[in-house]
């Protein structure tokens, strides 16, 4: 099969490993319109699900993946930078350049091309091809040009949030509200790196105008945050510029398509769905999409309309309620003000459970965690919990 993937992401690589994997038959292009190494972003965080998955799909990727990942234990949710409160969990994080590099280099040695610095205007440049893989992200060119088609629906977020790095670097995933003349004002941090830690600031539209972060340049800005973030950055800064441009304030892309099907055209990951940042799954979901579609392909063979539909019927069905959790997210953070008046210890609760049923025992035992001894004991558990996970998938012992 003549396969062309639109867009180097993890969703347009993953999908033409694992197509290679399945076929090795398939020619496969993979088409990119930045230079190798440019992208946008800091760290991707995922879960154990995602690396379980990972290992079945594809051990060779998933083990350098795991090794360039680090580690976060705990998360710490602050106001003020001062109060303090805790909810368990762990999770593992990279670079979204490290990420590409691995997924591009193992995608060059199953025999898949990539086409750097070059941006597809519309899928008539392939009229060769059996499939066309639409991973153009969330402001995806190709689904614009097809949006009756797929039935797109896009809206944005009301909330301007900035993706920035910095050099201190946090051991959990770390929240901070802060209060500011115009408003509150807070950020989500966690590793991205040994030396790097993630960054994302996030306010609501009157505290943005109103503290002028609508009309201030790279620098300023950094300037301006590092001081409203002094207390948890410690000393350290914030970095603006990754790989390639300065970031720049945006409003979250929510993407929604009736269909990801258009003949011979399918989309994926964020060009086919968005889900807020806040949720941490755009990146995972971009590559269950690849293993799905390229598994679909491989199970029906020659008839790649029927795989098509499947992915496309099956797809909908399974992220109809991660759609709604970020949804919810996203709109809990667009109204945080009606609960920054509690204390840190609600507030956080608040927080953990803004997606699901509260029931009155779950606030007595989320107390009872804030207990440095408990929270010790949990990290334990969570540790073993890690452990035979790891050695489950056949992790090599680190
Ligand atoms: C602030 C923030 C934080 C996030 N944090 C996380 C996280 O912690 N964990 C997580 O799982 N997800 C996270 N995400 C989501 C994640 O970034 C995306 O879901 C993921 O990158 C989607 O992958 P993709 O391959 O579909 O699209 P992308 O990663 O956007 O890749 C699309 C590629 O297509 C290329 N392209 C675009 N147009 C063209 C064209 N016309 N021709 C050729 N190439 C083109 C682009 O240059 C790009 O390389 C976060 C998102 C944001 C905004």
Known sequence: MKIVCIGAGPAGLYFAISAKLRDAGHDISVIERDPPGATYGWGVGYGDELLDTLF????ESARRIRSASVLWEEQVIALHGADRAYLGGYGYSLNRASLLEILAKRARSLGVNIEYRRAVEDISEFPDADLVVVADGANSRIRQNYAKEF??????????????????????FTYDFEETRAGWIWFHAYPSSNEISTFVVDCQEDTWRGLGLDQLGDEETVHLLERIFARSLDGGSLISRSRGRPASW?????????????????????????????????????????????????????????????????????????????????????????????????????????????????????????????????????????????????????
């Not at 910095?166 to 959990?172: A, H, P, S, W």
Request: overall charge positive.
């Open 151 to 172: 039935g797109t629906e896009v809206s944005q977020g009301s909330n301007p949030y900035i993706w920035l790095g910095t050099d201190r670097v946090f051991d959990k």
């Open 56 to 59: 079945r799909n594809d051990r």
């Open 250 to 398: 945006q409003r979250f892309t929510q993407v929604y398509n009736q269909t990801w099907l258009h003949d011979n055209v399918v989309l994926i990951g964020d060009a086919a769905h968005t889900t807020h940042f806040t949720i941490g799954s755009g990146t995972m979901l971009a590559m269950l999409d690849a293993i799905v579609l390229a598994q679909k392909l491989f199970e029906r063979g020659d008839d790649s309309a029927v795989a098509l539909k499947e992915f496309d019927v099956e797809g909908h069905a399974a992220i109809g309620h991660m759609q709604a959790a970020a949804r919810t997210s996203m709109a809990w953070f667009e109204n945080v003000d009606r609960y920054l008046d509690r204390n840190v210890h609600e507030f956080c609760y608040t927080m953990s459970t803004r997606h699901s049923v509260q029931h009155p025992w779950q606030f007595q035992y989320h107390l009872m965690n804030q207990n440095l001894v408990v929270r010790k004991a949990l990290r334990l558990l969570a540790t073993g919990s890690r452990w035979y996970r790891a050695r489950r998938r056949g992790e090599p012992r680190r």
